[in-house]
């Protein structure tokens, strides 16, 4: 086993710790975030790296140039993803580098940033020993609109003149699992999300004479139940989904019967054909009520929908035998089942096989108790840092050498 990786991550460990608290301090939320960029900017200052800033997004993306020519074939790339966006949440853990400005690092991107960061320095160190080339995708805008898509659009993928033939990133998680454990499974690892907005538009009038108005809510309300049977009836319980309907508007007052009704939902599946079906039985089930009602109806699909997240079967076993060399077997759990979250990195392995690993950052004693990603009380151990940076350093450099013809290092 090559440690080497692990030693670098280590002594680097302090500058890594002390980028992600301060990223904590500044979180910003979706697609612009100057002030992140400009902190990964800085961590990178120094190196031999190709960096290009994003035109649509204040993206980053990074190639090292490996120093070592590939045994034969054409040079390889691979590539390593950090989300860095935060979320419109008010923290509420008690830290000296608390963020205060409204928003929070609530799903632990910042541990991302300067895991990733980590990994370009460790790769730096070893370049000349690299038979092909990385690329550092830093990302804003996961947690929505995506920004997965425009990076792809600005040529992400063939940033280093080759197109990437891998793909690899981890994320943090403050609950579930003991610290410093890792996790994942082969195949879908997480849901494709999709958001809608139904709008029911019929004739408003007076709550004592119904029969004079045309009432969108009854009907409102029984699409809400219809998709919940549609879930129950129409789909295979091996390959499950999940509506839920999260906002509901209508009315002013008790006895006025409104002109219109809308609710919002997000639909979560596990496979291409359940989310086609989801989808298509949505529609007709709110379009078929709404016109034995009488009513117009107007459903909208949000543009920011994320696919299923899918592990390649061979990259998912290759990153779970870096974990189990680096960090030992006891480390490692398997997941049984998908989680129906979903996130953006599902884009880019729609066009490149990978692997998308969990690392628990819990920072209490019981992770069955710890708030989950996503709270104000979400709390990460920053200590799992340099892990994530030697995981992702070292999975990239051992799938350059693959790739380019010669042994995995013994």
Request: charged share 20%; hydrophobic share 45%.
């Amino acid at each position: 086993m090559s440690t080497r990786s692990l030693e670098i991550a280590q002594s680097i460990a302090p500058e890594l710790v002390a980028l992600r608290r301060r990223l904590h301090q500044t979180p910003e939320i979706g697609l612009d975030l100057p002030q992140t960029q400009a902190a990964v900017l800085e961590a990178i200052d120094g190196l031999n790296l190709e960096v290009t800033r994003g035109r649509a997004l204040s993206s980053v993306v990074a190639v090292l140039r490996g120093g070592a020519a590939p045994v034969e074939g054409p040079r390889p790339s691979v590539l390593l993803r950090g989300d860095m966006d935060a979320l419109p949440v008010v923290e509420e853990v008690e830290v000296d580098y608390r963020s205060t400005n409204g928003a929070m690092h609530a799903c632990g991107h910042d541990l991302h940033v300067a895991a990733l960061v980590g990994a370009a320095k460790i790769l730096h160190e070893q370049r000349e020993e690299l038979t092909g080339d990385v690329v550092f995708m830093f990302q804003p805008g996961e947690e929505a609109p995506g920004g997965a898509a425009p990076m792809i659009e600005e040529g992400l993928l063939e940033a280093s003149g080759t197109p990437v033939s891998a793909a690899y990133t981890l994320h943090v998680y403050s609950a579930e699992h003991p610290l410093g454990t890792w996790f994942g499974r082969p195949g879908p690892q997480m849901a494709a999300a999709d958001e809608f907005s139904v709008r029911l538009v019929g004739q408003g009038g007076h709550g004592a004479t119904p029969h004079r108005a045309s009432d969108p809510i009854p009907a409102a309300c029984e699409m809400v139940l219809a998709l919940q049977t549609r879930v129950t009836r129409g789909f295979d319980v091996f390959d499950p989904i999940v509506v839920t309907v999260g906002r509901f508007a209508a009315g002013t007052k008790d006895n006025i019967i409104p002109d219109d009704a809308v609710f919002d939902g997000t639909v979560r599946t596990l496979s291409a054909a359940a989310r086609t079906q989801a989808i298509a039985d949505i529609e007709r089930a709110c379009r078929g009520i709404g016109s034995a009602h009488g009513l117009e109806v107007a459903i909208d699909w949000a543009s920011g929908s994320y696919p299923v997240t899918v592990n390649d079967e061979a990259e998912f076993e290759h990153a779970r035998d870096t974990v189990v060399d680096l960090f030992g077997a006891d480390r490692w759990v398997d997941m049984v089942n998908p989680e129906l979250g979903s996130e953006d990195m599902a884009v880019v392995l729609e066009h490149v096989p990978g692997a998308y690993l969990n690392l628990s950052a819990c920072a209490t004693g019981d992770p069955e108790m710890a708030d989950d990603n996503h709270s104000p009380r979400a709390a990460f151990d920053d200590s799992v840092v340099a892990d994530g940076a030697a995981y992702l350093a070292e999975v990239a450099r051992r799938r350059l050498a693959t790739l380019a013809g010669q042994s995995q290092p013994g």
